[in-house]
């Protein structure tokens, strides 16, 4: 059982930046790769970025790719997205998620738990 809470969301101006944090707790954080997906208003929850076990390989949906940063601290079994350059259409519930594939996948229902989310708001 791994128990995750996110943080970090708020409201923030378009072009903006947040920092998201994904603590863990449970059984040991460096066993799975992790994930972070978004949902907006009206929306399917999709995915938004993932990172491999021990940080050392990541993955970006093609909306966030170049703005968005995945990196994870095992030691403090904590993992972060920082969000650069934030625009309105990246508004929306971010949830973190991990999975026992050493590889994480785009699929979220390839993930075993997940964060209750925190709202990210990005004003025009």
């Known amino acids: 059982q791994v128990q995750l809470v996110e943080s970090g969301g708020g409201l923030v101006q378009a072009g903006g930046s947040l920092r998201l944090s994904c603590a863990a707790s449970?059984?040991?954080?460096?066993?799975?790769?992790m994930g972070w997906f978004r949902q907006a208003p009206g929306k399917e929850r999709v995915f938004v970025a993932a990172?491999?076990?021990?940080?050392?390989?990541?993955y970006y949906a093609d909306s966030v790719k170049g703005r968005f940063t995945i990196s994870r601290d095992n030691t403090k079994n904590t993992a972060y997205l920082q969000m650069n350059s934030l625009k309105p259409e990246d508004t929306a519930v971010y949830y973190c998620?991990?999975?026992?594939?050493?590889?994480?996948?785009?699929?979220?229902?390839?993930?075993?738990?997940w964060g209750q989310g925190t709202q990210v708001t990005v004003s025009s």
């Open positions: 990172i491999s076990r021990l940080g050392v390989t990541t």
């Open positions: 449970g059984r040991t954080f460096s066993s799975y790769a």
């Open positions: 998620a991990v999975t026992g594939l050493r590889i994480p996948p785009i699929s979220q229902g390839e993930y075993d738990y």
